[in-house]
């Protein structure tokens, strides 16, 4: 009891809204709410006018949502990726949308009923032209890389990129995808646990390409004026990732959820979207996408594996992955 | 009255056993072979060894019950009488208050004990900075400021050089007299026994011998203090 | 009265630590309902686990040996500073050491430019000799901290002993360092194998691939992916049990040297000749150098970042140096009474021994995800971000005090304790005149390692997290999630500055007050 009163004293307190402005609790991911993410902007905008006090609560989204079940706080989630949908869809906690999807952009079908798309990207190798010239043109490609040539990846066991890695694999070579894994195998130089370990060892100039998004570029193009690094674009297509938004069937606030769910499609807050999460919107159609934006180099074909689908392949698709890098 | 009521003492498979009493203000030398429990007598005394079976009373009071710290006991080991880190003047303190908080009066106390063993000014330094006689009569003086009605010393002069050691007897001896204390002194050596002490307990195979008169026990010496004597 | 009273707050702490790492693994095993079979894949990670572990402590005390013995026999300039830095690398977070490790020892790191400046072959450092170096890196300091505490605690008069009876090296080796390295070794060893058995994300990265998956990160996987809880419990007490196991056998295996007490004059240890010379300079150069390097690459990589830290780095880590205090406050009392009663006292000390390992050993993210579950029916989990971070820094952290301080304890214990009974020394006037001045040293250690490690977790908050109680590491993981590299790297930077400050002040305050 001691700890708890020592610490309460040291840590500050949420400042509590006045009682009558209703609250919305919306969990997000841990990134999504800091200065860098698009947080603060879709809090003060949904402000703007919902009469309500928007609250983020952040940290491991599906996780703490199964710990929390039925008790929990949250109206609304924003943040869950495509590929763990299935997981959250089997938890029972969120409720149909309702929401007319027409305005949605994103290169795929949507016909969920339950969760909302709100940025999307597709999964990519980056390089850096000043220490690549002629990178890989098809994923095949990446089979016969020169001698010395390294990657750096995720862990699909432990990170959603690396998870889509394996999966875009999969849906590309089916029945051998083992082959291509043993034989990217001697380019990998290691295996992170997260997407930004991955990525602070391709930028420090350790390995050559880097498992990241088509959208990474966009990054150094605009924040830092950085030309070199590219996304090696393959004819055979490139993985879907989007993430979503869902309410909480138990929301005690299933009108104001409502209404946020609609604000995500529209274009105040897409446009948020690209320069604070560094991916494309989901429900803004290019010619408004901001500046910059259209000219950055997207893949012609997208890959995606249904909900379904990705979840009977998972298990197989991870497993060779581990025995061909295990080798 | 310090008495040996039936006590078997047993450490590791040794066995020792005493069943004798020292009247008030007896000295009495403790000596025999290494290794034949001296100490490990002493210990019993002290409260650091529980007897197996027996008891040690203090005026007929059983003593078991007591923690070291309070039993009417002062003991001087062989080496490590005084904390290091802390000063003469602290080390002395802790006979009269172990928490050091010393009123004005006790201050002066331990002033005038190291003036009596010939410290006067050296009560800030550390035991580092002493030599070993100096060392000796710090515990002495220690022991002088705890006052408590026995004195054991286990062998705290050994390493002293006779003239010395002489000294530190004489002080020993001073200070039984004021406190009136028994004194248990173990020693290897004869000529100790015989200037210091009127009574001498022998330890030898198992049995701490009733104490007998020391300069009849060395002139006519038992056989395992002849074995002993060489 | 005051003897019992020691052993029951002892038994109370005990009680509490266990029930801190048993009640969260007992909630999660509860909540899944079921203890699930071994999957594919996961004798393999408990081998890797075992052999890395194994090898990692093995080497980081081996080694260890010649540089504590070189530092505690040589007196140069900066050797006190030399001392202190070389214990950084144990107190960075993993994500950080790594970089640094990369920047040193990497595909383009130092060594391999030297090496095609050359024109040699590069070298590799990915694969499970990487995992080893990493280890031996973020350990060694520890192991050479024990051991050279252990070297300190010999009285000077042995070491004039030995001289005056003209002992070569191999003499004072085999009669005064020995006995004392078998006091200080097994708890070394216990603390570095156990804290390698729960590493991951530096296991991962550095291995190279899922050759180097480790039982942490099955369990990781099991919490954060496949939200398969009763795995997560199941892998966790594997943990738990391997480190009972190592806690028994370390037990046995510690012996208490038995100096004997000196007068406390300073160490004198004087060695001469040129090949004892020259074994000291490379120990101590070879240390430093391995040790250095990859904290100046740190400090190098960070600069940049500097400029412009946004104020969340600086509320961060006024939470995160909130956030150690609080964890050190209540750590080191709990340790030290944990250490003085499993000194003391006969019964019930293996006991407390073992308790005092098995924080270790778990999971940080099953505690969080116990935690959870526990707090969850009361209160909103993430007002308690802080209060649960704190209870759950303060049992990591707590086998690392208790570790240091329990061989000094001991020789306290052997060389002062008749004294202290027979002067009825006891309760607090023992702890502040004889306990306090006598432990200084490792207790301002400990507290400094305790406050340091308690800047960088950051396992358990991931479930609690709210904005309002980003911690600095938190900080940090999202400047890098957000693109911000540099500015990432400037933030690291200051978290460990922050950590080697706490470290650097706790460790000076003990070794100013250490009653030598």
Known sequence: MKTSILATGLCCIAFAAPAQTPVLTVYAGDYF???????????????????????????????????????????????????????????????????????????????????????????????????MDAPPA?????????????????????????????????????????????DLAPHILTVTKDWSESYGLFTSGEADMVLSYTTSPAYHIMAEEDQTKRAALFPEGHYFMAETVGKIAGTDQPELADRFMAWVLTPEFQKVIPAANWSLPAALPQADWPEGWADLPLPEKVLFLSETEAEALRVEAVEEWRAALSQ | MLQFDKVVLAVDGFRLTADWSLPAGARVAVIGPSGAGKSTLLSAVAGFLAPQSGQVLWHGADLGPMDPGARPVTILFQDQNLFPHLTLSQN??????????????????????????????????????????????????????????????????????PALKAEMLTLVAEVAKDTGAVVMMVTHDPQDALAFAGQTVLVANGVAHPPQDTAALFANPPQALRDYLG | MARRAVAITAAAVAAWVATLVLLPLAAVLWRAGAWPALAQGDGQALWFTLWQALLSAALSCLLAVPVARALARRQFLGRGALIT???????????????????????????????????????????????????????????????????????????????????????????????????????????IFVLCLTSFAVALTLGGGPKATTVELAIYQAVRFDFDLGRAAMLSGVQVALCALVAAVVWHAVATPGFGAGLGRAPLLRVRGVRLMLADTLAIGGAALFLLLPLAAIGLR???????????????????????????ALTVPAALILALAVTKSGRGAGLMDAVALLPLASSGLVLGTGLFLLVQPFAAPSTLALPVTVAVNVALSL????????????????????????????????????????????????????????????????????????????????????????????????????????????????????AI
């Open chain 3, 85 to 191: 830095l070389m214990g950084a690398p144990f107190l960075l977070p993993t994500i950080v050491a790594v970089m640094g490790l990369i920047a040193v020892f990497g595909r383009s790191g130092l060594i391999n430019q030297g090496l095609a400046g050359l024109g040699l072959a590069p070298l590799s450092v990915y694969g499970a000799p990487g995992v080893i170096l990493a280890h031996v890196f973020l350990n060694l300091p520890l192991a050479v901290r024990m051991c050279l505490q252990g070297w300190q605690a010999i009285p000077a008069e042995r070491f004039r002993l030995a001289q005056s009876l003209g002992f070569a090296p191999a003499q004072v080796s085999r009669h005064l360092e020995r006995p004392m390295l078998r006091a200080v070794l097994p708890g070394a060893f216990a603390v």
């Open chain 1, 138 to 182: 098809t994923l095949d490609a990446m089979r016969t890389l020169p001698d010395g040539v390294t990657v750096v990846i995720q862990d699909p066991r432990t990170s959603i990129s690396g998870l889509a890695l394996v999966l875009w694999v999969k849906a590309v070579y089916a029945d051998q995808a083992g082959a291509f894994w043993a």
């Open chain 3, 302 to 328: 960070g600069l940049p970042g500097l400029s412009d830290l946004p104020p969340a780095v600086w509320q961060g880590a006024s939470r995160s140096v909130a956030v150690a205090l609080a964890s050190t």
């Open chain 2, 92 to 161: 002395l303190g802790l006979g009269l208050r172990p928490d050091l908080r010393l009123s004005a009066g006790q201050i002066q106390q331990v002033e005038s004990v190291l003036d009596r063993v010939g410290l006067a000014g050296m009560g800030t330094r550390k035991p580092a900075q002493l030599s070993g006689g100096q060392i000796g009569r710090a515990a002495l003086a220690r022991a002088l400021l705890r006052a408590r009605p026995v004195l054991l010393l286990d062998e705290p002069f050994a390493a002293l050089g």
């Open chain 1, 33 to 131: 709410t800091s200065e860098w993410g698009p947080g603060p902007a879709i809090e003060s905008g949904f402000e703007a006018f919902c009469g309500c006090d928007l609250q983020f609560s952040t940290g491991d989204l599906l996780p703490r949502l199964m710990l929390e079940g039925e008790r929990t706080q949250a109206d609304v989630v924003i943040g869950l990726s495509t590929d763990v949908l299935a997981r959250a869809r089997e938890s029972g906690l969120f409720a149909p949308h309702g929401q007319d999807l027409s305005a949605l952009t994103v290169p795929v079908d949507w016909p969920d009923d339950t969760f909302v798309p709100f940025n999307w990207g597709h999964t990519a190798f980056i390089y850096d032209t000043t220490r």
């Open chain 3, 399 to 514: 086998p690392f005090v208790y570790r240091l301080l329990v061989p000094e304890a001991r020789i306290m214990q052997a060389d002062y304790g008749r004294l202290s009974a027979s002067l009825d020394l006891r309760g607090l006037a023992w702890l502040r005149l004889v306990a306090l001045p006598r432990l200084a040293r490792p207790l301002g250690f400990g507290a400094g390692v305790s406050a340091a490690l308690s800047m960088g977790d950051l396992g358990v908050i991931a479930l609690f997290a709210s904005d309002q109680s980003a911690t600095l590491p938190l900080v940090v993981q999202r400047l890098m999630a957000a693109y911000r590299l540099e500015t990432a790297a400037g933030a690291a930077l200051i978290l460990v500055g922050l950590s080697f400050g706490l470290f650097w002040a706790f460790d000076t305050w003990g070794r100013r007050h250490a």
